[in-house]
Nanobody, 122 residues
Framework: QVQLVESGGGLVQAGGSLRLSCAASGGTFSRYRMGWYRQAPGKEREFVAAISWNGGTIYYGDSVKGRFTISRDNAKNMVYLQMNTLKPEDTAAYYC???????????????WGQGTQVTVSS
């Protein structure tokens, strides 16, 4: 049973930074593509970032390019999302996702975390 647990969310002022972490257990993490998604109240889930199993390929959603950085540490079974220059519109629940599919941009991840709330005040 694969488990993904996010942490690091919180309240931050606009222009500030947060680092989200996702701890994986129960699977072969080093083989997994990993992604971050977010969902604000009343809105559809939005793609934020994705990283291939070895970190060699990375994609970002247009709204976070240049501000967010995804990374992973396969030795620790961790994936991170460094969020800089945060804006009020970044306020959402952030979810970590992963599986062993090859196509990095597919949205049908097999495993999802429970989410961590990020609130950016203006």
């Amino acid at each position: 049973q694969v488990q993904l647990v996010e942490s690091g969310g919180g309240l931050v002022q606009a222009g500030g930074s947060l680092r989200l972490s996702c701890a994986a257990s129960g699977g072969t993490f080093s083989r997994y593509r990993m992604g971050w998604y977010r969902q604000a109240p009343g809105k559809e889930r939005e793609f934020v970032a994705a990283i291939s199993w070895n970190g060699g390929t990375i994609y970002y959603g247009d709204s976070v390019k240049g501000r967010f950085t995804i990374s992973r540490d396969n030795a620790k079974n961790m994936v991170y999302l460094q969020m800089n220059t945060l804006k009020p519109e970044d306020t959402a629940a952030y979810y970590c996702a992963g599986d062993d599919k090859i196509a990095l941009m597919r949205r049908d991840y097999d495993y999802w975390g429970q989410g961590t709330q990020v609130t950016v005040s203006s």
